[in-house]
Structure formats: C-alpha cells, structure tokens
C-alpha cells in the first residue's frame, strides 16, 4: 500500500477528514485536481454542532482569531428564529468557506501534511484488499480505503455507477459576494409586491474592514440557465426591485447561479469506498447546511477509518458511517425542498402558499416551533441510532460540556479518542482494558457517567452493566 487512506478533493469535508485521521494516527494522502486553493466563497454560516465539534479538537479558537466572524440569527425559509439565538455554547456564526478551507489546510501543512494538488483523480478499481486509483497526469495510488470528498459532481461517484437519486434542478437563483452600500437595516430576507426577492447575510470584512455581504436572488423570470454569466446590471436590478433605492450594489466580487437540484447517494459505502459531503448529497444551499453536513460527515467516518486500519473496529463500525450519516443528510434535503418552496423561490405568488406561509410565520412564534427548527438545523438535534438511546436521554446525542474541574469534558476529545467520564473512578479496571482507544477521567464530582465516541456522540451513560457491552460494540475487543 502507498498509503491507508486516500482522500479525493480538498474542499472542507476532504480537509477535515485528513485531521481526523491524523489524529488517529492514520497516513492518509489528500489529492485535489486543482493547482491552487479555490478562492471561490460558497458557503458563509457555520452552524453550532459544526463549531462545537471544531472546538472539541481544539481548532475553534484558533480560527475565530484569523478574523472578525459576526454571530447571527438563525433563520428558516427567511423567517428568522430570535429565540433561538443564545441556545447553544456556539450560536450560528458568519465564516466563509475560504477561511475554512485555507485555516484546516495550514493546520494540516503545520503537522506536515499538504495537499496533492493538480491531482486529477481519473480512474479507480478496488479488490479485496485496496483500492488503486489513476490520474489524469498519470501515476498510481494504492490505498487500503478511499473517501470521495470531491463534490457534487464527484468523478468517484461516476465511476462506481452509484446510484444518486433525486431530483433534478428546476430552477436556478443567483448567489454574488457583494459590498452593498445604503440602509443597513433594510439589508435582509426581503420581497417585493411582485414576487421578487432578495437576501443578504453578512460574510465578514474584506483587507480594508468593509463589510462583505452574501446575497441570494430570484423572482419571476431571473432563473436563468445556469451557464449563463450573472453581470452586475442583474444585480443592480435585482436589488431595485426589492429595495429601491435604499440599498445600493457598491462592488461585485463573485457571482454564480445555484440550481435547486436535491440528490442523495443510495449508499454512502461501496465496499473500500465511501462518499462524503458533496460527492453524497446535493441540494439549494439554503440555512447553511451543505459545508457542515460535510465536515460532520468526515467527523463520523474519520475515527472508524482510523479503528479499521488500527485493526481494531468491530464488524460493524464502518457501516454505521452509513446507517448514521445518510438519514441526517436525508432530512436536511427535506427541509431544505420545505424552505425553498416557502421562500416561494420561483416568485409564483400562489395564494395558497402566501396562506400556508402566513400561518407558518405565525407558529415559528412558538418557542417551541423555534427551537425544533433550531435543532434541525443547528446540528445540535442529530441523534444517532445508537443502542440504548431509546432508554438514555443523553445516548446518541453530541455529548453536552461538562466542568471537570481542571478542564472541561470538551477539552478531552482533542485527542481524536474515546472519552469515559467516571467521576467515582468506579470503572477504572473495566476501562482499563480499553485504555489504549479510550481515556478515562475520575474528574468532575457532579458530572454524570459517560462514555464518548471519539466524534463527540454519548454511547453510553445510566446503566453501569451496559458499559462494558458499550465498550465493545463501539471500541471492539479489548487488547
Ligand atoms: C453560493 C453557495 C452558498 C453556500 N452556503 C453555504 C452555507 O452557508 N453553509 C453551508 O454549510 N454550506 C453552504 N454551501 C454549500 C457548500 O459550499 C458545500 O456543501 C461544500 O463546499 C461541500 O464541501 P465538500 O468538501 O464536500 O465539496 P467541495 O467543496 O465541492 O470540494 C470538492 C473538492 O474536490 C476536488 N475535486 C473534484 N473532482 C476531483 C477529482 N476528480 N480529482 C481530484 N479532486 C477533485 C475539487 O477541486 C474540490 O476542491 C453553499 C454553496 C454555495 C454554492
């Protein structure tokens, strides 16, 4: 083998999974087919459960000190959820992709790590041990397993004939980077009487601390097919139409036309192979979904690699990279097809769905409303199938941050290992046999037992006779 992992595409899903592996002690070669880092921003809202788990390995600080990221409001199909807003350690936060992207690459390169570039993979062909890839500039890989993490229209994907069922796109909207200039307040999710619509979420500061913005619009005639170039003077209309001279185009830095395609792999596992982010669900950007259903993918998939290559993963352990990943991104198609077609994006100005809005609007008043929505698409509400969540409130879900004293339980993951909370030190010799896979702390009188996966989800908490099965299924047989 010329390596363990090969990770196809560099983007944030590829970037997070090679740091995954790294800290499981995994060599891993991250290939991508372009010469140099896209500086193309795409996404911009970084949810909590994505922060979270960056802060879990010790990488949230450091990427908050590379800039100024505002916090902002959630929101669903432009209505925003103010309740929602100081719910979790980590409120929703405007960083864009890029800054992620270049941040998770210099800390790869920092532990020297660098991404293959100009490295188009071409060819794959798997057997019983490995899977050897082809690329365009010629050269082979061989590698025990291989992630595709390059993108919605993954060549991986191709080449394997995965299914990738769904729906094609039926429209397109224009996303643009965009310094804007007028009244400030009015710089929001907007329409006009005539179905035209308009939103602006703040993305930072460009080099001389202006503000940036996002923006997104359509309406009735602006979807247009998507190889055709936006220009400024669409903007500027686009803009008029919605806010009149109140809001003013100053300066366009990219622009694209998104579709609202929404496709799923079937299977997220083809034997050595696995799809991962884009390359495994596809659809309309919209409630900053995409980049963190990725980078939540890699944290899934990373450590399980890593326990398969180590040689001590359970049967089971890799399928459940499926089992628990597809159903996520399965709901966030829904709910993004649900938003989309309450933003009545197309601009059809159906009276029936003005209705069915209206009264939608009118129950996201509901704290409760609220916050269902919140957990939906903060990250924070995914609950993993795992055995004994239906008798444990805690199991299966991302495991809360408790005071250890000295440190914080978060501050624990940072190894990339599982983590046994035991504050009466009642399962020292249980978990000893696990000690090579699994840290255990005595620390934190009022904290409840616990036992987290390396990826930050509760496995076990309540009933002291499951530990031991639970360290099994999870962290397979003990050394
Ligand atoms: C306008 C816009 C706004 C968005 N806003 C948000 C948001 O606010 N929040 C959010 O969560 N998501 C958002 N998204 C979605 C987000 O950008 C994507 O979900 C995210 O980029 C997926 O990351 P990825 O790493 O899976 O794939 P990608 O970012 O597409 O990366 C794939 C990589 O693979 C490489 N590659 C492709 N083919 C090959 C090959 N054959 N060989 C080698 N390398 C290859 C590519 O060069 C690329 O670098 C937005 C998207 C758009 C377009």
């Given amino acids: ?151 919605g229209r993954s060549t991986v994907r191709s080449l394997l004939g995965a299914e990738f069922p769904g729906r094609p796109g039926t429209m397109t909207t224009v996303a643009a980077d965009v310094r804007l200039g007028g009244d400030d307040q009015a710089m929001t999710h907007a329409r006009s009487e005539d179905g035209h619509w308009v939103s602006v979420f703040p993305l930072g500061t460009d080099p001389q601390g202006r503000p940036l913005r996002r923006l997104a619009l359509g309406g009735p005639g602006r979807s247009l097919p998507r190889e055709v170039p936006v220009t400024e003077d669409e903007i500027r209309e686009g803009l008029r139409a919605v806010f009149g001279s109140r809001v003013r185009l100053l300066e366009l830095r990219y622009a ?54 180590h040689g001590w993963a359970p049967e089971h352990l890799l399928d459940t990279y499926h089992t628990e990943r597809h159903p996520v991104a399965a709901a966030v198609l829904r709910n993004v097809q649900a938003q989309s077609l309450l933003m009545d994006q197309q601009g059809a100005r159906d009276p029936d769905l003005t209705a069915t809005k209206e009264l939608f609007a009118a129950l996201t008043g509901l704290r409760e409303v609220q916050y269902h929505l919140d957990d939906m698409l903060s990250g924070m509400g995914i609950r993993y199938p795992i055995p004994g969540a239906e008798e444990q409130p805690l199991v299966g879900l991302p495991a809360p941050s408790r005071d250890l004293g000295p440190v914080r339980s978060h501050e624990l993951l940072r190894r990339g290992r599982g983590v046994l909370i035991d504050p009466d030190d009642r399962f020292a010799k249980v978990a000893a046999r696990w000690q090579d896979r699994v840290d255990r702390t005595g620390q934190g009188a009022d904290a409840e037992p616990m036992l987290i996966r390396p990826d930050g989800y509760v496995c076990w908490a309540g009933n002291p006779d499951d530990l031991e099965p639970a360290l099994g299924h999870w962290f397979g047989e003990p050394r």
Avoid at 106 to 124: F, K, N, P, S, W
Avoid at 280 to 307: E, F, S
């Fill in 1 to 151: 083998m010329d390596t363990d992992v090969l990770i196809v595409g560099a983007g944030p899903t590829g970037l997070t999974l090679a740091n995954e592996l790294r800290l499981a002690g995994v060599p891993a070669v991250l290939v991508d087919k372009l010469a140099q880092r896209s500086t193309l921003s795409k996404a911009g809202g970084v949810q909590s459960r994505t922060q979270e788990a960056f802060d879990q390995r010790g990488l949230l600080e450091p990427l908050l000190a590379t800039g100024n990221y505002p916090i902002g409001t959630a929101h669903f199909a432009g209505i925003t959820l103010p309740l929602t807003r100081d719910r979790h350690r980590h409120p929703w936060r405007s960083i864009p992709q890029v800054v992620i992207e270049g941040f998770l690459e210099q800390h790869l390169a920092a532990q020297d790590i660098h991404v293959l570039r100009d490295h188009e993979l071409t060819g794959i062909a798997q057997d019983e041990d490995g899977v050897t890839a082809t690329f365009a500039r010629g050269g082979v890989v061989r590698s025990r397993y291989l992630v595709a993490a390059d993108g």
């Fill in 256 to 309: 694209r036309r998104i579709t609202n395609a929404a496709r799923q792999a079937a299977r997220y596992r083809h034997g050595r192979v696995f799809l991962a982010g884009d390359a495994a669900h596809v659809h309309l950007p919209i409630g900053a979904q995409g980049m963190n259903t990725g980078i939540q993918d890699a944290l899934n998939l990373g450590w399980k690699l890593g326990a398969a290559v």
